[in-house]
């Protein structure tokens, strides 16, 4: 009898836990999807008025961290309440407005609007593949953030080196690299809500929002590269 009602109540557990998870994610897919708004905003905003070219490369680099670093301590300490919601689009706002510099370079080309439905469209696919195999991948990956942590740390650094070096070889070097490794952390994160390991939605969608971020801004910038065409 004892089993018994051991072996029921493991199942009702297990059944809550694995609905809780799904809750989790299910939010996290809706304030991702809400999120796009704001992004969006923020770049028609920034492309229209060309404000972050009038700042210049220096000064809207040092804007954009501490701007996006602030902000996102803000999303942090606010997380468990529904100000980390307005945060979290705040924040998105102001990412979408640090992409406009980007955007109206690659805008500059013939073929720009094209290029910018295909960086959208690659990193939709990108994003849908790695949710996909999320749900497949039945072995442990929470060593694997390590080590992308590490990665991502070591990218920023040398492109914080190539400011001064200006190497387009590096450049290059280091736009493929963004590409595989916030592709690699966007299945990381996702795995992260699927395993239980993230708990709260809101945290789990500024995660997954930065991979997706960086697997755009990257995609987008090789496309321009080398498929931009001039006037």
């Known amino acids: 009898m004892n089993e018994s009602l051991q072996n029921q109540y493991g199942a009702a557990y297990g ?15 809706w304030l991702l999807a809400l999120s796009m708004v704001p992004t969006v905003l923020g770049a028609w905003i920034g492309v229209s008025t060309g404000i972050m ?15 996006a670093f602030g902000l996102m301590f803000v999303v942090e300490k606010t997380k468990n309440s529904s100000t980390g919601v307005v945060a979290l689009l705040g924040f998105t706002f ?13 805008l500059g080309f013939k073929n ?8 959208f469209g690659g990193t ?19 060593g694997l ?20 070096l200006q190497s387009s070889a590096l450049m290059l ?28 939605y809101i945290s789990a969608t500024l995660a997954i929002y930065l991979d997706l971020y960086n697997v755009f801004q990257s995609l ?3 496309l321009g590269i080398f498929g931009g065409e001039r006037d």
């Open 124 to 142: 939709a696919a990108i994003f849908f593949a790695m949710a996909s195999l999320a749900t497949v991948i039945k072995r442990d990956l929470s």
């Open 145 to 164: 953030g390590k080590f992308l942590f590490v990665g991502a740390i070591i990218m920023l650094v040398a492109g914080v080196v190539n400011m001064f």
């Open 112 to 119: 720009g609007a094209g290029l910018i439905m295909t960086a």
């Open 220 to 222: 987008l910038s090789l």
């Open 53 to 67: 070219a009038k700042m210049g490369f220096g000064l809207s680099t040092l804007i954009f961290f501490v701007g």
């Open 15 to 29: 059944s809550a836990l694995a609905s809780d998870r799904q809750r989790v994610l299910r939010n996290t897919y």
């Open 173 to 200: 070097t280091l736009l493929v690299l963004s590409m595989a490794v916030f592709s690699a952390f966007m299945l990381y994160d996702i795995k992260r809500v699927l395993d239980g390991g993230e708990t709260n």
């Open 94 to 106: 102001f990412m979408g407005l640090m992409l406009s510099r980007l955007l109206a370079q690659i």
